[in-house]
C-alpha cells in the first residue's frame, strides 16, 4: 500500500508540531540496535552511525531520519496512524541521545574504550527500553523541565482571561491545547464529562500566548481566580 493512502490526522511531513508515537519507537529500536552493536561488537563505528542518523534527522528533518521513512512509508500503511503526540520531548531525546553516541566515538577515538562502551551502552540500554516498553527516559526529562518551569513561570502568576476570550471577574478553567494532540482530546472529553467548560487556547494558532504563559508541554488546564491569579493545574 502506498503511503499516501494513509488515513492520517497529522501528516508526518509536514506537521512537524507532533509525530505518530510509534514512530519514535522505531527510531529508538534502530538507535539501541546500532549502539547495542557498537558495545558487543567492539565495532564502535556503529556507534557513530546511530549518532550520525539521529544528527540528520534532527538537523535536516524527517525525511532524512532512516527510521522515520521506514515506518512512515513500510509499516504505518499496514498498522495506520498511532496515537499524536506532542514532537518536542521526541526530538529532546533525540538530542540527548545523538549526544551521547557522539561523545562515546570521542571517547573511542581517543582510546577511551571503556568510557565510548559505557556511553554506547547507556544510550543502548535506554533505547530498547523505549522501543519495547514506550517509556521514554529523554521525554520524561523534557517533560519534568517543562513542568517544572511551566509552574515557576506561572504560580503564583496571572492569566488575563478577557486576553484569552473568556469573561473577566469570574472563577475559569483555561485550557491550553493543540488540535492535533491525542492527550489533549482525552483531556477535553475528562472535562466535558466532569460539566467543566475550559476556556480553549489553541498554541498552533496562538504560540504567543504558550510563550507569553510559559507554556511547554499540551496538554495544560489551569484554574484561575477571579481576579486572574494562576492556583492550580487541573488532572
Known amino acids: 500500500m502506498d503511503s499516501r ?42 556507534a557513530a552511525l546511530a ?28 498498522l495506520g496512524e498511532g496515537p499524536v503526540e506532542d514532537a518536542r520531548p521526541v526530538k529532546f531525546a533525540n538530542r540527548v541521545g545523538a549526544g551521547f553516541l557522539w561523545a562515546s566515538t570521542l571517547a573511542h577515538a581517543a582510546g ?6 559505557a556511553l554506547a551502552g547507556a544510550v ?16 520524561a526529562m523534557y ?5 517544572v518551569r511551566g509552574v515557576r513561570g506561572r504560580l ?17 478553567l483555561v485550557q491550553f491545547t493543540h488540535p492535533l494532540c491525542a492527550d489533549c482530546q482525552t483531556l477535553s472529553s475528562r472535562l466535558a464529562e466532569r460539566g467543566e467548560h475550559p476556556v480553549v487556547v489553541d498554541v498552533s494558532r496562538r504560540p504567543d500566548l504558550a510563550r507569553k504563559y510559559g507554556v511547554a508541554v499540551v496538554p495544560l488546564t489551569v484554574a484561575v481566580r477571579s481576579d486572574g ?5 487541573i488532572p
Open 156 to 172: 503564583p502568576g496571572r492569566i488575563d482571561v478577557a486576553e484569552l476570550g473568556g469573561t473577566p471577574g469570574q472563577e475559569t
Open 229 to 233: 491569579t494562576v492556583v492550580r493545574r
Open 51 to 78: 549518532a550520525l542518523q539521529l544528527s540528520l534527522g534532527l538537523i535536516l528533518g524527517r525525511r532524512f531520519c532512516l527510521a522515520c521513512q521506514i515506518y512512515f512509508r513500510a509499516v504505518q500503511p499496514l
Open 5 to 46: 493512502t494513509v488515513r492520517r490526522s497529522a501528516d508526518p511531513w509536514r506537521d512537524l508540531a507532533v509525530i505518530d508515537a510509534r514512530a519514535p519507537r522505531a527510531n529508538q529500536l534502530l538507535t539501541g540496535l546500532l549502539a547495542l552493536g557498537s558495545v558487543v561488537s567492539s565495532a564502535w563505528p556503529l
Open 112 to 117: 577511551l574504550h571503556a568510557a565510548g562502551n
Open 143 to 147: 517533560r519534568a523541565w517543562a513542568l
Open 124 to 139: 543502548a540500554a535506554l533505547a530498547l527500553l523505549a522501543a519495547l516498553t514506550g517509556f521514554c527516559a529523554g521525554c
